[in-house]
């Protein structure tokens, strides 16, 4: 709920749009944080605008993995 707060504090300030970045397992945070938002606080004025995903290499030398990424476009409506 922390992470939906500060989203709306984001649109209160007069910003009309933002993007969500997440990678690896707090990708489904990301989703269920601008889905709470969408549906409960703005009720449909909210738009997704562009979903990206990707993958980072972390790690360094040989001990390199790969993670994936989501970045997330939101808009609020009028």
Do not use: C, W
């Amino acid at each position: 709920m922390a992470y939906a707060t500060a989203v709306m504090m984001h649109f209160q300030s007069g910003a009309k749009t933002l993007t969500i970045r997440a990678r690896g397992r707090a990708i489904s945070r990301a989703v269920d944080v601008v889905e709470v938002v969408r549906r409960r606080f703005f009720g449909g004025k909210m738009m997704v605008k562009e979903i990206t995903i990707g993958t980072q290499a972390i790690g360094e030398g040989g001990d390199t993995r790969n993670v994936s990424t989501i970045d997330i476009k939101i808009e609020k409506g009028d």
